[in-house]
């Protein structure tokens, strides 16, 4: 049984990257940073969520690289960005500001696109200097701010003590996740993504997953135990668009729709029927989509931006 850390052909293995990179945090955490796509195109920023890498975003770097700039990185931790001791969503979002930082020049704006983790780092940096001057627009995916563990179904029972306990044991397991078998495959879809969820989704996922080390996947759970991150929603006063599965076990829709709630300017909930957690991967042309529009609406053309020069300096 293989140990792939992703899958190796078909929509959902990892395009080569243009270059690569290593971006050093403010507390000397390494960042390994991938930059797909023309060099001069409108710039996206993929942060991906809790035990993936990457490679979730194969689809929508794939699509969106042939005309777009996109950068995505491995969490602390994740893929092939190293472990670090420091846990929290502060470092979560130290690493994001180093990202930005380091790709994007000075006043170049981008559409940021997080997946569940990666959607909470955009609400943790919410207040960074980086995020305020190169973020045009943002795209949530399955995610939320706060009260993770309570609102999870991946356990079958009424909502209560009992449920939150046993959610909370599962979540954050220490034990190895092992090879990636069928029963693991029916496991991670059951507790990830929708019902209807194709083979090789569910493969992409598993391989993705189960790479990750389980001491890094047993902190990071410590983390979204504890999560408070309302008050970040509230600062992120870019255009937000959110996407979430009907069939979310890990941040069901109550968490969007509260989002949607909180936002300064949110333009768009999409409510998917029957998707589960991972949305990039269930739905990739909707999501592409999204962040492609996001991309046309909110980041000015260098046509419109000589314009706005010329009536400055006229």
Avoid at 144 to 158: E, K, W
Avoid at 257 to 284: F, K, N, Q, Y
Wanted: charged share 20%; proline share 9%; glycine share 8%.
């Amino acid at each position: 049984m293989s140990r792939l850390l992703h899958v190796a052909d078909g929509p959902y293995a990892p395009p080569v990257p243009a270059h690569e990179l290593t971006v050093t945090a403010a507390d000397g955490a390494r960042i390994h940073v991938e930059v797909h796509g023309p060099q001069n195109a409108p710039a996206v920023v993929l942060a991906h969520g809790w035990c993936c890498s990457t490679a979730f975003w194969a689809a929508q770097i794939r699509e969106l690289g042939v005309d777009h700039r996109v950068i995505a990185y491995d969490q602390r931790g994740h893929g092939r960005s190293p472990a670090n001791p420091a846990y929290g969503t502060e470092p979560l979002a130290d690493d994001l500001e180093a990202v930005l930082e380091a790709t994007l020049a000075p006043g170049e704006r981008a559409v940021i696109a997080g997946h569940s983790m990666g959607g909470m780092t955009l609400m943790a940096a919410a207040t960074r200097p980086a995020v305020r001057e190169h973020a045009a627009a943002v795209l949530l995916c399955s995610t939320g701010s706060a009260r993770l563990v309570a609102s999870a179904t991946v356990v079958p029972m009424r909502a209560g003590r009992a449920r939150t306990w046993l959610t909370r044991r599962i979540l954050g397991s220490r034990a190895p996740l092992g090879p990636v078998t069928p029963l693991a495959r029916r496991i991670l879809k059951y507790g990830t993504m929708g019902p209807g969820s194709a083979p090789h989704m569910v493969e992409a996922c598993a391989r993705i997953v189960h790479a990750c080390p389980s001491r890094v996947r047993h902190g990071w759970s410590q983390v979204l135990d504890l999560l408070d991150l309302d008050h970040g929603v509230r600062e992120l006063r870019m255009p937000v668009e959110i996407v979430v599965g009907t069939a979310d076990r890990l941040t069901p829709p109550v968490h969007a729709r509260v989002l949607a709630a909180a936002l300064p300017d949110c333009v768009g909930l999409t409510e998917l029927p029957g998707l589960g957690h991972m949305t990039p991967v269930e739905a990739p042309d909707l999501v592409t989509g999204k962040i492609r529009t996001l991309a046309a609406t909110y980041i000015p053309s260098p046509h419109s931006e000589r314009a706005v020069h010329a009536e400055e300096s006229a």
